[in-house]
């Protein structure tokens, strides 16, 4: 019988699981759930060393000796810190040390209560990573113990630390078996990725409904790929953070689904997902692809760090994403897929999604505003800011654009698509809210800017996006404190800085005003201010 708490359980599956079959392991009472887990476990072999001190080096002659990672597990407080000098020494060595601390509850620490101090981070750099387990959250606790056990074991291996708090009463040992738990693999191909992962490629070949979904990249990144063979054969979700010509219109297709509105048979959720590139702006696809629980998520990545977006993730593919994906379309190419139902239930609801964009006509508002630009756009770069000006994007753009969505914040868009003008000849426009705008409007105050930059402001007295989030209009608080409710334009600030300044507030004006933003001929900014309605903006969205 094992431990009752869940943390303790999960740590005991996924040592397990990563190859750990060896622990030295130090009394205390705090630990104790953690030390009987490691002696019920059949795979693992506990050996008790008193002396903390002497059980570091315990493990570090146990590691050179075998030549795989070993942990050592100790009680809470300065127990740990008696590991120091042996971590270090593990740390020059290379050596895959796992320590694992018990700790008291978050609450007590620094509260005068028996063998507590702050544990995370006591071993400073001489762990590669460390990480401290949530005691109900299992899939937050599986994936920092993945991490920390990949970190270890990685090519160039590292001592890492893993500190468990544990909430009495700690002598609970009722459950009969350790979870099923989720460990996820990293692999690094030869350079020309002749040998990928054997559970990557036949994963997706015995799929039934595999997808591909690219986050945002930087553009010209899969220019010269050719993976014909691999996306006729696998439906592919982007958005237009991504670099490719033409969005597709998954959150449309989404959007309708939730409401019942959408004919035919029902999406299901992929039960193989291939993930490129970085975040992805839809919330409805994030929650659709982590309600795919049995599904298997595989990352693509330069930097191999666990990135569990869709909380299913099950490896990881190091390497360069354009030619890991022409390797596996030349592997797959002579094997038949399992199934093509998939893909082509996606494209009949993506080809509808799109036909119901392009025939929409929104009245005047944001997105007729959105609409219009793009429409008329042909070349140069765009920058979209945060929040609905980029899900805007998401509807109307046929093209990259560039988005500050590395932590999604409304600051910095401006200074962005300026900074990015200073450096180019080619026109930059700009596509920002009011509140965005606003807050970086020190960006126009600025000797360097040209007749280059272009803005399109959508100002409608507000952060629209507020009126988007449900029951957040019960509180009375909503306009004036959440979203920033406010009768400033753009006219004084332009004038200040001298930028020539164009106000929309017909639809008409507004495209007079586009147009004069793409065709003046000037040497300073350009801006046009579209005045809209809040609820205009809301009702006039796809």
């Known amino acids: 019988m094992y431990s009752n708490k869940q943390n303790v359980n999960l740590l005991t599956a996924l040592l397990v699981a990563h190859g750990v079959r060896h622990a030295v392991v130090c009394p205390g ?12 476990c059949p795979d693992i072999q506990c050996y008790p060393v008193t002396d903390e001190r002497s059980a570091g080096f315990y493990a570090l002659g146990m590691m050179q000796a075998l030549d795989e990672p070993v942990a050592v597990s100790v009680t809470s407080g300065t127990a740990l810190l008696n590991l120091a000098p042996a971590v270090a020494e593990a740390w020059y060595q290379h050596q895959p040390l796992i320590v694992v601390s018990a700790d008291r509850p978050e609450a007590w620490i620094d509260q005068l209560d028996g063998q507590t101090l702050p544990q995370p981070g006591a071993l400073g750099r001489f762990v590669r990573r460390a990480v401290s387990l949530p005691e109900s959250d299992s899939w937050h606790c599986s994936r920092l113990v993945n991490e920390a056990l990949l970190a270890a074991t990685a090519d160039d291996a590292r001592p890492v ?11 609970a040992f009722d459950v009969p078996q350790l979870p099923a738990v989720r460990q996820i693999v990293r692999t690094s191909p030869p350079r020309d990725y002749d040998c990928l992962y054997p559970e990557f490629v036949d994963g997706l070949l015995q799929a039934r409904r595999p997808m591909i979904v690219f986050g945002q990249t930087n553009p010209h990144r899969f220019e010269g790929i050719d993976v014909d063979f691999l996306f006729s054969h696998v439906i592919v979700l982007h958005e237009a953070l991504s670099d490719f010509p033409n969005v597709s219109h998954f959150d449309e297709v989404l959007a309708l689904e939730e409401s019942g509105e959408r004919k035919g048979e029902r999406i299901l959720p992929p039960d193989f997902i291939i993930h490129v590139g970085d975040t992805v702006v839809s919330k409805r696809l ?10 298997q998520t595989w990352r693509i990545s330069q930097s191999g760090d666990v990135e569990d977006t869709f909380q299913n993730l099950r490896g990881i593919i190091v390497g ?19 199934s093509m139902d998939y893909r082509r239930q996606w494209l009949a609801a993506l080809k509808e999604a799109a036909r119901r964009a392009d025939s929409y006509q929104p009245a005047y508002s944001q997105a007729a505003a959105v609409k219009y630009f793009e429409a008329r756009f042909s070349e140069g770069a765009v920058h979209y800011a945060n929040s609905s000006a980029i899900r ?36 930059v426009f700009c596509v920002i809210g009011d509140l965005s705008f606003f807050y970086d409007q020190n960006a126009l105050w600025n000797q360097n800017l040209r007749g ?34 406010h009768n400033t334009t753009a006219e004084g600030i332009c004038h200040e800085c001298n930028i020539e300044y164009f106000r929309a507030e017909t639809m008409e004006q507004m495209h007079v005003g586009i147009d004069t933003l793409f065709n003046i001929k000037t040497t300073r900014p350009v801006l046009v201010e579209v005045l809209t309605d809040t609820v205009d903006d809301e009702q006039k969205q796809q």
């Open 29 to 40: 009472s705090r630990n104790a759930p953690i030390v009987h887990n490691l002696s019920e």
């Open 161 to 171: 630390h893993i500190n468990v708090p544990i909430t009495e009463p700690l002598f």
């Open 286 to 295: 994030r929650h659709f692809l982590r309600s795919a629980t049995d599904a």
């Open 320 to 338: 360069d994403p354009e030619a890991v994906l022409q390797s596996l379309s030349h592997k797959i190419s002579h094997r038949k897929p399992a």
């Open 392 to 427: 805007l994007a998401n509807i109307y753009a046929r093209h990259h654009v560039w988005c500050n969505r590395g932590v999604n914040g409304i600051e910095g868009s401006l200074s962005t698509a300026a900074g990015f003008s200073v450096v180019t000849g080619e026109q």
């Open 452 to 485: 280059n930059l272009r803005i399109l402001l959508l100002n409608n007295g507000r952060g629209g996006i507020f009126n988007r989030l449900p029951g957040l209009d019960q509180s009375p608080a909503r306009d004036r404190l959440v979203a920033a409710c």
